[in-house]
């Protein structure tokens, strides 16, 4: 196993999370990507840094107007008067139909969902090295034949095409799998995060050409709420190639690995030659944001039914937020892929 990681992802630190109305610190924070590195030092995995490998592919996921508010909303918003260190929403639109204004702070309610992803003068950078790490990462899994791990941060898969929300900018899963579709390969992508990846789905609910299947707690209690149900398969040419398995909260470790068995067998179903694994780790009993209790004994069974699914994998880096066992949960998932 290789793992990519670009240090330029540490200048993203976000400062403000608003939980239950009350205004906290950020559980995104840097000190996340160092305890994941720890557990790559722990397998004794070799990490390298990422190429750049331009704008166009994640111009292929998001559009180009998005794209530009990323890079140019913190100095347009820092020219308000008496603004804040980060740019955050407090309006939004009724109907993302509706126009986006010009306005910073009406472009803010437009393009970012929720307050979760507060945007700072770095933001762009670490998420741009972000998408870098899984495209590289992508690559390198693809010509090498090696599983790899993309150590993403921030992370990507609450991202929609043209909107940001739950501390993810660009959406590194989609943009990783869009890639590998490109170089011909029929990926499927697994997305075993606490929460729904609605922003993945929504790339993707209208093409047959990538399978999604998301592990989750059940949205009707916990975040992303709108989206995440059973009943959303996909529309159009991608009508039933979107499968959603929400598990009611709390749920330990045999009503998660019951569930992942569905999705591997849907997976195998759609004849996928390329796993994408959207790694969340918040699914753990201790974890701060935590909706489901799996142990970190879970996770190593989780990594060793991937392991079994016996194809070229990729694992890119979502949620799991600081816990004393956030190191041990990922080399837990990793271990059975490095054997």
């Known amino acids: 196993m290789k793992a990519v990681f670009d240090p330029r992802q540490q200048h993203h630190d976000p ?6 109305g009350q205004l906290t610190e950020s559980p995104e924070q840097p000190e996340r990507a160092k305890r994941l590195r720890a557990a790559l030092d722990q397998l004794s995995i070799p990490v390298c840094t990422p190429d750049d490998h331009g704008i166009a592919p994640l111009a292929r996921v998001h559009s180009v107007q998005y794209l530009r508010f990323l890079q140019d909303i913190h100095s347009h ?3 308000l008067p008496n603004a804040s260190d980060e740019v955050l929403p407090n309006v939004h639109p009724r109907h993302r139909a509706e126009h986006c204004p010009d306005s910073a702070i009406g472009q803010a309610g437009y393009f970012q969902a929720d ?29 090498e034949g090696e599983t ?18 739950g501390f993810c900018f660009l959406n590194n899963t989609a943009i990783a799998a869009d890639q590998l579709r490109s170089a011909g390969a029929r990926p499927a992508i697994l997305d075993v995060d606490v929460h729904h990846g609605n922003g993945t789905q929504q790339i993707f609910y209208r093409r047959q050409d990538v399978f999604t299947v998301s592990l989750h707690a059940d949205p009707s209690q916990f975040y992303p709420f709108f ?16 499968l959603n398995l929400p598990l009611a909260l709390g749920s330990g470790d045999e009503a998660f690995l019951s569930a ?9 179903t759609f004849g996928a030659d390329t796993l994408v694994v959207a790694l969340g780790l918040d699914a ?15 996770f190593e069974r989780i990594g060793a039914r991937i392991a079994q699914a016996n194809m070229p994998t990729l694992l890119v880096q979502e949620g799991g937020y600081l816990s004393d066992h956030l190191s041990a949960n990922l080399a837990a ?7």
């Open 15 to 20: 400062k403000r999370f608003i939980r239950s």
């Open 77 to 79: 918003w820092s020219a």
């Open 115 to 143: 307050t979760a992803c507060p945007i700072g003068e770095h933001t762009w950078e670490a998420a741009y090295w972000s998408a870098q790490t899984a495209l590289t990462a992508a690559e390198i899994m693809r010509t």
């Open 148 to 165: 790899t791990y993309a150590l993403c941060r921030p992370p990507g898969h609450h991202a929609c095409a043209d909107q940001a929300g």
């Open 227 to 242: 989206v995440g149900h059973t009943n959303e398969t996909g529309e159009a040419e991608g009508r039933g190639y979107n």
């Open 260 to 268: 992942l068995d569905t999705a591997l067998n849907a997976i195998t």
């Open 284 to 298: 753990h009993e201790s974890d701060p944001l935590r909706g489901l209790a799996v142990t970190t004994l879970g």
């Open 333 to 339: 998932v990793l271990r059975p892929l490095t054997v």
